[in-house]
């Protein structure tokens, strides 16, 4: 018999079900607070920008909800998603670790957010919403959006975050073939993207300007909501179905995880492959190491606080008690756009608070080497997010080879880069720059996150 390259499942047996991991843990994420008031928010606040449905998944108990028939039909169009035994790169590096990746780049968009993008979509047409805003950096969300607005006759306006908007142009005309309207943020369409662009007119932008934007757009039309592509709890509820397959991939393959790396950026992917398995590992069924890994550009994890602050720049948001660089954050340009975000998933910088998960920080030269090493053993050239689950994984695999010990090792590849060739292109040119963050880069924008004593 020759050895399995790819653990495939039927659509029969497809998960039907999104698993919520806040009732498995010791304590659950402190919750947002209204800035008014420094009380928790309660589903009204949330109501102007999001549906009912998203908001009681926002703050449920429930350990499982089900997938609507409408949601599952979408996801057969690409799920259930492979999962890959690396073999060829296990060859290349020569490691007696056993590598593991679980694909989402087979989506329409390219990446896992259709996951989320699907019932985000499916739950505002429900309720009767016409359009939804939102912002991207890498260009993968808003397409992902844009698609999944598509299916079910909704429209989409996307602020793509200025950097990605100039290095990305085919994302933006995706984003158009699925009917979105798309303007590089910050824009002149909304006043918080006119003031910032007075302010400074040469602004590569961020996430946090962009998400500004599209919920001035949102909250001023009572027809629009809102959508976002991480951080929120809906979000990486969604995305667990990733996880969920990974798990019954895995039963196929007779063999359990050693260690799960993941590239975080607001946390939705990361969280989607991982939260299943840590309920295996808080059932004491299996004993992963959970590790993330995020840009030496935007340490959120690793060198941010965890305190209350704003989602986005223009503190519109509520606060959110998270791992934070602070709102005012501008990160340098890297090309993994998707990870230029100030902060970091409530949930997931609760687990890492809680000791529940560990986190490393990678400079984006290693990282495109991974994805270039990864790109001529396994054919398919990762995302410039995902090279830092990549570089880690290497990394591991390399320490096995030291060690003599045989791990299994399964890396979250959450999207190609067939739209952000141009960033390999730098680095293959020898134009990639690793940028040194100084301190007091980041404590400067600390200073601006408001005071709350609770
Ligand atoms: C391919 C890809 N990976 C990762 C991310 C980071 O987001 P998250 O941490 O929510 O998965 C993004 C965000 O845009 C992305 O496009």
């Known amino acids: 018999m020759p050895e399995t390259t790819k653990y495939v499942l039927d659509e029969s047996e497809m998960p039907t079900r999104w698993y919520n ?43 499982y909800v089900d997938i609507p028939e409408e949601v599952l039909e979408v996801y057969r169009l690409w799920r259930p998603s492979p999962l890959h035994r690396a073999r060829r790169l296990e060859k290349a590096l020569g490691t007696p670790a056993r590598i593991y990746y679980k694909y989402e780049g087979v989506s329409p968009a390219g990446s896992h957010k259709p996951n989320t993008a699907v019932p985000q979509a499916y739950y505002n047409a429900k309720s009767g919403i016409r359009k939804l805003t939102t912002e991207t950096g890498a260009g993968q969300w808003g397409s992902a959006l844009a698609f999944a607005c598509g299916q079910y006759g909704l429209e989409c306006e996307v602020w793509q ?71 929120l709890n809906h979000v990486l509820l969604h995305q667990t179905v990733i996880g969920e397959e990974a798990l019954l991939q895995f039963a196929k ?97 609760h687990l890492y608070e809680t000791g529940l998960m560990e986190a490393v920080a990678k400079p984006q030269s290693e990282c495109f080497a991974a994805g270039v090493q990864f790109a001529r053993a396994e054919g398919i050239i990762p ?41 390999y292109e730098s680095y293959l040119a020898g134009r990639i720059e690793d940028l040194e963050l100084d301190d007091e880069r980041i404590a400067s924008a600390l200073t601006a996150l408001p005071d709350v004593t609770v």
């Not at 008014?36 to 999001?50: E, H, K, N, R, Y």
């Not at 009917?179 to 909304?190: F, I, K, N, Q």
């Not at 040469?202 to 009572?222: F, H, K, N």
């Not at 410039?384 to 791990?407: F, N, Q, S, W």
């Open 253 to 349: 393959a007779g063999d359990t995880p050693d260690l799960i790396v993941g590239c975080t950026g607001g946390g939705s992917n990361f969280a989607g492959l991982t939260f299943p398995f840590l309920r295996e590992k808080l059932a004491g069924r299996m004993a992963p190491t959970i590790r993330a890994v995020e840009p030496a550009a935007c340490p959120s994890l690793t060198r941010g606080q965890y305190r209350y602050d704003f989602g986005d720049t223009a503190g519109m948001t509520p606060l959110l008690k998270m791992h934070t660089l602070g709102h005012d954050f501008v990160p340098d340009p890297i090309h993994a756009g998707g990870l230029r975000y100030h902060g970091m998933s409530p949930l997931i910088s």
């Open 21 to 63: 991991v806040i009732p498995d843990l010791p304590s659950p994420p402190p919750p947002p607070l209204h800035p008014a008031t420094m009380q928790p928010v309660g589903p009204d606040d949330l109501a102007p920008l999001f549906p009912m449905d998203l908001i009681l998944q926002e703050v449920s108990t429930d350990s």
């Open 161 to 231: 975050v200025r950097a990605s908007y100039d290095q990305k142009p085919y994302r933006r005309l995706m984003m158009e073939t699925w009917g979105a309207t798309v303007h590089p943020s910050p824009s002149e369409v909304t006043e918080y993207g006119r003031k910032v662009l007075a302010d400074d007119p040469d602004t590569t932008g961020s996430l946090g300007i962009a998400i500004s934007e599209a919920v001035e757009v949102a909250a001023g039309d009572p027809a629009t909501h809102y959508s976002l592509g991480s951080v």
């Open 383 to 423: 995302a410039p997010e995902p090279t830092h689950a990549v570089a880690a994984c290497i990394e591991e695999a390399l320490r096995c080879k030291e060690t003599g010990e045989e791990k299994a090792i399964l890396t979250a590849l959450c999207g190609h880069a067939h739209f952000d060739l141009g960033a």
